[in-house]
Protein backbone atom coordinates (compact mmCIF):
# COMPACT_ATOMS: atom_id res chain seq x y z
CA UNK A 1 0.00 0.00 0.00
CA UNK A 2 3.05 2.33 0.86
CA UNK A 3 4.50 2.03 -2.49
CA UNK A 4 1.53 1.99 -4.44
CA UNK A 5 0.76 5.91 -2.28
CA UNK A 6 4.60 6.95 -3.10
CA UNK A 7 4.06 5.35 -6.80
CA UNK A 8 0.90 7.81 -6.65
CA UNK A 9 3.02 10.83 -5.17
CA UNK A 10 5.45 10.63 -7.89
CA UNK A 11 3.43 10.62 -10.64
CA UNK A 12 1.62 13.27 -9.73
CA UNK A 13 4.97 15.76 -8.77
CA UNK A 14 6.27 14.60 -12.59
CA UNK A 15 2.24 15.59 -14.06
CA UNK A 16 2.55 18.89 -11.82
CA UNK A 17 6.07 19.77 -13.10
CA UNK A 18 5.04 19.67 -16.94
CA UNK A 19 1.52 21.12 -15.57
CA UNK A 20 4.07 23.94 -15.04
CA UNK A 21 5.99 24.12 -18.01
CA UNK A 22 2.86 24.18 -19.89
CA UNK A 23 1.40 27.34 -17.88
CA UNK A 24 4.54 29.24 -18.41
CA UNK A 25 4.59 28.57 -21.78
CA UNK A 26 7.47 30.91 -23.67
CA UNK A 27 9.09 31.84 -20.20
CA UNK A 28 10.35 28.68 -20.13
CA UNK A 29 12.35 28.81 -22.66
CA UNK A 30 14.95 31.34 -21.51
CA UNK A 31 17.70 32.01 -24.12
CA UNK A 32 21.11 30.75 -22.95
CA UNK A 33 23.34 33.79 -21.63
CA UNK A 34 20.23 36.24 -22.15
CA UNK A 35 17.54 37.77 -19.22
CA UNK A 36 14.72 39.25 -21.42
CA UNK A 37 14.92 36.60 -24.62
CA UNK A 38 12.47 33.61 -24.47
CA UNK A 39 12.20 31.30 -27.78
CA UNK A 40 9.15 29.25 -28.79
CA UNK A 41 7.65 26.41 -26.33
CA UNK A 42 7.07 22.91 -28.07
CA UNK A 43 6.44 19.67 -26.78
CA UNK A 44 7.80 15.95 -28.47
CA UNK A 45 6.33 12.84 -27.57
CA UNK A 46 9.22 10.88 -28.53
CA UNK A 47 11.52 11.60 -26.49
CA UNK A 48 9.13 12.89 -24.23
CA UNK A 49 9.46 16.29 -22.94
CA UNK A 50 9.75 19.95 -24.06
CA UNK A 51 11.56 21.60 -26.37
CA UNK A 52 12.68 25.43 -27.12
CA UNK A 53 13.48 26.67 -30.10
CA UNK A 54 15.18 30.30 -31.16
CA UNK A 55 15.04 31.87 -34.81
CA UNK A 56 17.18 34.64 -35.55
CA UNK A 57 14.06 36.62 -36.64
CA UNK A 58 12.47 36.48 -33.29
CA UNK A 59 15.77 36.11 -31.03
CA UNK A 60 18.53 37.05 -32.59
CA UNK A 61 20.33 33.51 -32.38
CA UNK A 62 19.13 30.51 -33.94
CA UNK A 63 19.10 27.20 -32.11
CA UNK A 64 16.74 24.37 -30.37
CA UNK A 65 17.34 22.61 -27.12
CA UNK A 66 15.53 19.70 -25.36
CA UNK A 67 13.82 17.59 -24.39
CA UNK A 68 17.01 16.65 -22.24
CA UNK A 69 17.36 12.99 -20.97
CA UNK A 70 15.70 13.48 -17.60
CA UNK A 71 12.00 12.86 -18.89
CA UNK A 72 12.98 9.95 -21.03
CA UNK A 73 14.51 8.88 -17.46
CA UNK A 74 10.73 9.44 -15.19
CA UNK A 75 8.80 7.75 -18.05
CA UNK A 76 10.85 4.86 -17.94
CA UNK A 77 11.33 5.04 -13.92
CA UNK A 78 7.59 5.41 -13.43
CA UNK A 79 6.65 2.95 -16.41
CA UNK A 80 9.16 0.26 -14.91
CA UNK A 81 8.35 0.88 -11.15
CA UNK A 82 4.24 0.62 -12.00
CA UNK A 83 4.76 -2.99 -13.46
CA UNK A 84 6.32 -3.67 -10.18
CA UNK A 85 3.36 -2.15 -8.15
CA UNK A 86 1.03 -4.15 -9.98
CA UNK A 87 2.71 -7.39 -9.99
CA UNK A 88 2.77 -6.51 -6.07
CA UNK A 89 -1.17 -5.82 -5.66
CA UNK A 90 -2.12 -8.62 -7.40
CA UNK A 91 -0.04 -10.93 -5.44
CA UNK A 92 -1.00 -9.60 -2.23
CA UNK A 93 -4.44 -9.36 -3.46
CA UNK A 94 -4.34 -13.59 -4.18
CA UNK A 95 -3.14 -14.00 -0.81
CA UNK A 96 -5.35 -11.99 1.13
CA UNK A 97 -7.75 -14.42 -1.09
CA UNK A 98 -6.48 -17.45 0.04
CA UNK A 99 -6.22 -16.43 3.83
CA UNK A 100 -10.00 -15.83 3.62
CA UNK A 101 -11.21 -18.75 1.93
CA UNK A 102 -9.13 -21.30 3.99
CA UNK A 103 -10.88 -22.60 6.83
CA UNK A 104 -8.97 -21.79 10.19
Do not use: F, K
Not at 52 to 65: F, K, V, Y
Amino acid sequence: MLVTVLWVVLGLMGAGSAVAVYLAEDLACAAPGQDSNYGHLSWSVLPPGYRCTWTIESNGLEGQDGPGWGPSAYVAAMAMSGIGVALVARRTRRQVAIECLSPT
